[in-house]
């Protein structure tokens, strides 16, 4: 099935040099692009909507910080503190924001992505071949992951950020 999903190159990839390789990537996989905006900073009014202080997800986010082997009192405050690196981290520089469309478009992003801890992300992804951080050390220094890119988790997830992102394609 033709499914679109939607990525975002963080400032850390865009800062990088990494813009054209991460999106060469995608292509190469059989993904297009259907929409890229250049945003420098990204609009916080979205972010905030994109980065949701949303209970399941941020306990969805602070169970990353525990499977990568740190103890928390709290999945939920500890995805309260990430989203909140993440939100300041996605508006201090220069993303790109893509739709992607291609044949299960959404898996198809997600592997080619790699896993959001670049240390533990295979090689041959996005993450795994170019990104050099990980969640135990961004943790440590208060700060999110420098992972590069963001790709929607989900068929749900991609449309939801799609909307969000680039509204006028009205779906």
């Not at 292509?27 to 202080?53: F, Q, S």
Request: charged residues 25%.
């Amino acid at each position: 099935m033709i499914q679109q999903t939607l990525v975002i190159i963080k400032p850390d990839g865009v800062a990088g040099g990494f813009t054209d390789e991460i999106i060469k990537r995608y292509e190469a996989v059989g993904l297009k692009i259907v929409k890229r905006k250049d945003l420098n900073p990204a609009p916080l009014e979205i972010v905030e909507k994109h980065y949701p202080m949303d209970s399941d997800y941020l306990k969805s986010i602070g169970e990353k910080t525990i499977a990568a082997g740190q103890a928390v009192t709290s999945a939920e405050d500890q995805g309260r503190k990430v989203v909140g690196w993440l939100r300041k981290f996605i508006t201090s520089g220069p993303i790109v924001v893509l739709v992607l469309e291609g044949e299960d478009g959404v898996k198809l992003a997600r592997k080619t992505t790699g896993f959001t801890d670049p240390s533990t992300a295979e090689k041959g992804t996005i993450r795994g071949d170019l990104g050099i951080d990980n969640i135990l050390d961004a943790n440590r220094e208060g700060r999110p992951v420098y992972n590069l890119i963001h790709a929607s988790g989900s068929a749900e997830e991609a449309q939801k950020e799609i909307n969000l992102w680039f509204p006028e394609l009205g779906q």
